[in-house]
């Protein structure tokens, strides 16, 4: 997550997903044979992370590397998913693979420093929850729902920085994250964990990492590393950047040394990710004291403080990269990733009659206007009809997962809810342009004999019969 350059700010927060190890939920929809590490090669990397507390930033934005060093942003640095859930903002993702490399989960921080909360707000009645999507491809994303991980926590103030590992030997996935509570006659941040099958449900949370005294902390990541004499490896943000070695979970941890060195301060955020090609990682830290964004710190032993370093041979593409997760493609998976995310096609739905004016949102109202600013209130993405693939549905570029549907006939842009009414509301059959067989028109698909028209510069759902209202009802769908 991201903290304010005051060190007498609320704490930091960070996020990562790894840690495992034996409490039993059902082991629900997922376990499989092998771990996907195991099914082929990895061939590129996904970074999953957000931008800043500017407008829009505080969402989930992806890019990819084909070296793990030099990043290019996706979706035309666009949102790429955007939740309309708790505190209507997300920070610190962590995308969670599972065993048999054919579900997905996004777990994130609920919180939307960007709203105007302060962080001592955010830190002591903030939400308790995190935001969650599923998919099977990585590409096309569930619904997001909130998980109450603090919910049961005494006077839980918020639940930040969601990490997660699959321990194999468990059956389930070990969530961790930081939440700001009192235990021991102490308030401070501490690290708390649970178990899960789904990231729906979770057993009762314990506290996981707890310093000693009144130091808090937030950021915090564990990799499975197998080398140079530890199975684990864990980089926390305390007054620098600690790396620790453990070869157990659940057991104790040895302090090999921090990165005072390499870093100086104002670092946070750790993110591990292992190169494809070879036995080294890269360890990313958030320089959020000057706004910089990732840099790398490379080591060949994670086990070997001393030989960590640093390199200038990396470059983040154009979005700033905050506190977030990287992982490793298969050939498979970066194959749908690109095909998706790497060249989009947006839309403008351009009115026949009033030509300088294009289909926008604007306060999720729906209406046609010239020179819309920003343009991308006026994109969608085209997409299969949510009640029927042979049909159409417009999905907003800016607002992600939000979509144009039909209320009482007239048009608003709705966040996807679950149900067949929403589906069939936002659902439309292209045919040929009623004022032009060269443009086109749209009806609904659960009142197919109306028509989206404009009126008054409005967008309704009306059935057409004059010359006006055929002019009205017909669009050109541009790039």
């Known amino acids: 997550m991201s903290t304010p350059p005051s060190p007498h700010t609320a704490p930091r927060l960070s996020r990562r997903g790894l840690i495992a190890a034996a409490a039993a939920l059902p082991a629900a929809a997922l376990l499989p044979a092998s771990p996907a590490a195991a099914q082929t090669a990895y061939t590129g990397y ?72 302060s962080w001592n707000d955010a830190a002591n009645s903030g939400s308790r929850n995190l935001v969650v999507w599923e998919s099977t491809d990585l590409v096309n994303w569930s619904i997001p729902w909130l998980l109450p991980v603090a919910a049961s926590i005494g006077d839980a103030g918020d639940a930040w920085a969601p990490e997660a590992i699959w321990d194999a030997a468990a059956g389930n996935y070990l969530l961790y994250w930081a939440t700001n509570s009192t235990l021991n006659g102490i308030k401070k941040h501490r690290i708390w964990s649970a178990r899960t099958t789904d990231f729906r449900s979770i057993t009762t949370p314990q506290a996981y990492i707890n310093p000693a005294g009144t130091e808090g902390l937030i950021d915090t990541q564990i990799i499975e590393a197998n080398t140079g004499g530890y199975r684990y490896y864990r980089a926390s943000k305390t007054s620098q950047i600690v790396i620790e070695g453990s070869n157990s979970l659940t057991g104790s941890w040895t302090r090999l040394g921090d990165l005072a060195n390499l870093t100086g301060g104002g670092v946070e955020g750790p993110m591990w990710a292992k190169f494809n090609d070879r036995n080294e990682w890269a360890l990313w830290l958030d320089q959020y004291a000057t706004g910089r964004g990732y840099m790398p710190v490379l080591t060949t032993n994670p086990a070997a403080v001393s030989g960590y370093r640093t390199t200038s041979g990396y470059g983040l593409g154009g979005n700033l990269k905050r506190h977030g997760f990287v992982l490793n493609l298969t050939q498979a998976e970066e194959t749908r990733v690109l095909n998706r995310y ?73 966040p996807r809810a679950s149900g067949g009414t929403f589906n069939a509301d936002a659902t439309f059959n292209r045919v040929a342009g009623l004022a032009d067989s060269s443009w086109s028109s749209f009806t609904s698909y659960n009142f197919p004999t109306r028509y989206i028209r404009h009126y008054g510069y409005a967008l309704r759902l009306d059935p057409v019969s004059t010359t006006q209202e055929r002019a009205d009802a017909t669009f050109r769908v541009t790039t």
Do not use: C
Request: proline residues 6%.
């Open 46 to 117: 996904l970074m999953a992370h957000f931008i800043g507390e500017g407008s829009g930033g505080e969402q989930i934005y992806l890019a990819h590397s084909d070296n793990g060093l030099n990043w290019t942003d996706l979706n035309r640095g666009q949102i790429v998913l955007r939740t309309p859930l708790g505190t209507k903002g997300v920070r610190d993702p962590i995308i969670v693979r599972n065993p048999a490399g054919n579900r997905y989960w996004i777990v994130a921080t609920d919180l939307h420093i960007g709203s105007g909360t």
């Open 342 to 414: 790497q060249s989009p096609v947006f839309n403008r739905l351009q009115s026949y009659n009033y030509q300088d004016r294009y289909v926008r949102h604007y306060n999720m109202d729906v209406r046609i206007d010239p020179g819309v600013s920003p343009a991308q209130d006026s994109q969608f993405r085209l997409v299969p009809g949510l009640a029927a693939s042979s049909a159409v549905s417009f999905e907003s570029v800016n607002f992600p997962g939000h979509f144009l549907r039909h209320v009482d006939y007239d048009f608003v842009l709705a």
